[in-house]
């Protein structure tokens, strides 16, 4: 049960009830501050000062903050703030978030009205900020912290949505700064009705006399049939939300729902657990060739997944999905002749299938690399009118240009016109609720516009993205077979070396080299020679006290010897602790060319 809020009037209050723990440094990273959740409560508190003095300086701007920990395991939790635009803290105040968490206690107010100073906020100003928290047991705890922090200041307007996926927040801040309405509700109708529209799109026609048309949910080989694994997490609240909302277009089955009380948050579950282990999750309920896709935590990313009769396991992970809506945009931008017109690119990490890249290329597709990190690649993407961006661990989105929107939005205009009268003549009604115009056959740029108003152009959003993979699906009337087909992966391993502290790792040329410790990198080449096709990189985790460790090869077998030998290295060169990772029995010689 929530503890009941009890106004906190000073800094030296606040201190006292969130004492910061002493002897630990905390750098604000790309998600944010990250930990146990015994760890998180002074550093949430800090955040709501630090989300206050964000919103003043954008003059009452609404900013966000979100109590998650994505996909770690269900005892840590983190705080990371949404900036003004919906997407995450700007690079230059990352500085600044670093700079509040780490301030001794006596010390907090004088910082606060340093930044305040620094930037010339004007303090009296009223501030906004949206508080949102995935369903983690300390997310009371915290959640009572980010309101003492923000509301420490007079003049502060907080609005507390409750049990909320990451996506909803960057959405619903974005739209309230933008002047749209902005409630909950109003971030499902952005994703559903525009998936309906399209959807609506593969009707077969008006029978007599009837209300409206039928709506197929299946269209040639696509069966709209899916299978979602909530990880145990609000991200199930997600999957039963599009299961309610997509029930007369698809036939969707929620596994790990959250509502076993034995189902513990991103335990065998999830998009990380499955990317990491290649295998389905706890509890999946799905046959052979059903297609199934798992969520993280707190619904900001996805994979898709099959298994064949013989029970092989296949994964379809944000390279797949970046390709596919990819393929899916070059034959729309075909059909309505603007491939010369606007730019189309992908951007992808080190962490990307060699094999995707090459596709692209192939393709003639610009592909660019940068950091990890969500905010890298979003902000790249906005160099393209229309830019695709996925981490391999499903976490993506597809960006717009103005220019491109507003073509985009004509010819939509065009086509709906045209629709309507079509409509007048053959005595069609435009019934509510959604006073839906029903499209003429074809109709590129209404399905273009319908599924680039889909997308959640804030960050990377798991049911905003699946709606994209199945029209993507639908259109080509493509099984999940077909899509998995598009190219073949090299195999790929992930894994993980615990070390004393993860700052001991330097990279460069987009992570996908070691600069410190300097014997680290010369190993690495030195173990990937060893291997074909293969390549191997390593680096520090944005949120914990880990190395991750990528591994590509020929084979499968190659690949995990090769992930292993890289580990050991790492372990051995960066001061790993705990066990060290076991080093495998030799492969024998080089394999053959596959």
Known sequence: MATRYRHINSFKELTDEYPLQKGRHYDYGTAGFRFHASVMPPLVARMGLLATIRSKFWVGACVGIVITASHNPEEDNGVKIVDKDGCMLADDWE????????????????????????????????????????????????????????LLMKRMDVRDWGLSATPEIHWMVWAKNDGRRHTVDHYWDSIAINFRAISYSYEQPKLPGARRPLDPIDNGNYIGTLWIDGANGVAASTAAM??????????ITVDNDAKDKDGILNDRCGADYVKVNQCPPLNCSANAYDRCCSYDGDADRIVYYYKDEDGHFYLLDGDKIAILLVQHIIDKLKILNLTDKLKLGCVQTAYANGAS???????????????????????????????????????GTVL?????????????????????????????????PFYRVPMLPGSPGTKMYHFMKCANHTVGDAAADMCLVEIALKAKAWRIQDWNDMYTCLPNRLAKVKVADRRVIQTFDAERQVSKPEALQPAINAIVAEYDSARSFVRPSGTEDVVRVYAEAATQEQTDHLAARVACAVYDLANGVGDRPEEPSPLGAKRAKV
């Open 400 to 432: 717009y240009s103005k220019e491109a929107e507003e073509i985009i939005t004509e010819l939509y205009k065009a086509e709906e016109l045209l629709a309507r009268e079509d409509c007048k003549k053959r005595g069609y009604e435009i019934m509510p």
């Open 95 to 150: 500085p600044m978030a670093t700079r509040m968490a780490n301030v001794p206690d006596e010390d907090l107010e004088k910082e606060y009205f340093a930044i305040i100073d620094e930037f010339g906020i004007n303090n009296a100003i009223k501030g906004n900020v949206f508080i949102g928290h995935d369903n983690r047991p300390s997310r009371d705890d915290l959640l009572m912290a980010a309101k003492h922090g923000t």
């Open 242 to 251: 599009m299961k309610i909302m997509l029930i007369h277009h698809m036939r």
């Open 357 to 395: 890249t090459k596709w692209l290329q192939d393709h003639g597709v610009e592909v660019a690399c940068t950091l990890t990190g969500v905010k890298h690649l979003h902000k790249k993407a906005k160099d393209f009118d229309i830019g695709v961006y996925f981490e391999a661990n499903g976490h």
